[in-house]
């Protein structure tokens, strides 16, 4: 005699619970399903509101208040100034929304890193000064409270392969570049001003 059992083979009774056993098995399988496609759009969601947020801050970046900023501080290199307090701010709140998670580290190394490094080690010495103003104890191996968000971006960033420290040349024509970026971009904006009159 054949043991096997199947749905024809059963007493109602018998076939009710195998049905439950089966339903269970199917309504679990769904349920899995289901938590696996909403994980997956609140993954995506994060990602997209990540992404959002840093191109925000990459458009406050280059806004022609920042870009006004950033060429004072570049043009009286290594002074430092209230420009460069504005711009060492804002990197400050990038590290900050970084160490928050809100921005996603690939985003803030692709849209901010050179500027990260250079400005960096630019005005290095600056922030030294900086540090022992604010009573810091220099002797700590260079790491202080004062930009030290910014300080551990920096790091991160010397960690990946192949990045390196800007070069004195490096620096130099970083700085030329920030000096000119903002003339051309108030010229450009000037010129739209006149053409939509």
Do not use: C
Not at 76 to 86: I, Q, V, W
């Amino acid at each position: 005699m054949d043991v096997s059992v199947t749905p024809m083979d059963v007493s109602s009774g018998e076939r009710a619970e195998w049905v439950q056993a089966w339903a269970a098995v199917v309504a679990g399988l769904v349920a899995i399903v289901v938590l696996a496609v909403a994980y997956s759009e609140f993954r995506h969601t994060k990602r997209v509101s990540k992404v959002e947020k840093t191109q925000v801050l990459w458009e406050r970046f280059n806004s022609l208040e920042m870009l006004s900023a950033r060429a004072q501080a570049a043009k009286l290199h290594p002074k430092g100034s209230e420009p460069l307090f504005e711009v060492f701010s804002f990197f400050e709140s990038l590290a900050r929304a970084d160490e928050l998670e809100i921005l996603a580290p690939d985003d803030v190394d692709y849209y901010f890193r050179d500027y990260l490094l250079t400005y960096w080690y630019a005005f290095n010495d600056w922030v030294k000064t900086q540090r022992v103003q604010n009573g810091e104890d220099p002797s700590k191996g260079g790491k202080g409270q004062l930009y030290g968000g910014y300080q551990r971006l920096v790091a991160e960033l010397l960690r990946q392969p192949g990045v390196h420290p800007p070069t004195n040349a490096d620096i130099e024509n970083f700085l030329k570049f920030e000096q000119n970026r903002f003339a051309d971009a108030k010229a450009v904006r000037v010129e739209a001003i006149l053409s939509a009159k």
